[in-house]
């Protein structure tokens, strides 16, 4: 009705009272309720949403379509259509984001970099392999 995606289901979680050490690749929705070491990525073939609960930590890179997020997280985040900060939400690092919903009381230490929608995106091409 309002132009909005109809969003992914959540299908994993990784619950309160785990720590994970890794980098951590998943498609469709996950909630952190947990702490985590490493980069956070959605597979961006599908829609994708990523919760961070009140009671998590992440120390890594968040990237996904949509994210909220209410807890702590160190390192950057890169939400490619819309990113939702909720009261208690702290972030240490830079945030890149299509659209941007920030509550009272949400935190952040680092840069605001708005994603504009005619900005084009760097080529990566591969350097030549000295044997």
Same mark, same amino acid.
């Given at each position: 009705m309002f132009n909005r995606k109809k969003q992914p289901p959540i299908k994993s #979680? /990784?619950?309160?009272?785990?720590h994970l050490e890794g980098n951590i690749q998943f498609s469709?929705?996950?909630?952190?309720?947990?702490?985590?070491?490493?980069n956070v990525r959605a597979d961006s073939a599908s829609a994708s949403i #990523?919760?961070?609960?009140?009671?998590?930590?992440? /120390?890594?890179e968040l990237?996904?379509?949509h994210i909220i997020i209410?807890?702590?997280?160190?390192?950057p985040v890169h939400a490619r259509e819309m990113l939702e900060l909720q009261p208690?939400?702290?972030?240490e690092g830079d945030v890149h984001y299509a659209a941007l919903e920030m509550h009272q009381g949400a935190l952040i230490t680092g840069q605001l970099r708005p994603l504009l929608a005619g900005e084009e995106k760097p080529t990566l091409k #591969?350097?030549?392999i000295n044997p």
């Open positions: #979680l /990784i619950a309160e009272g785990t469709d929705g996950l909630r952190v309720d947990g702490d985590v070491k490493g #990523l919760v961070v609960s009140e009671a998590a930590h992440i /120390i890594g990237e996904a379509d209410n807890g702590s997280v160190k390192g208690k939400a702290r972030i #591969l350097a030549a």
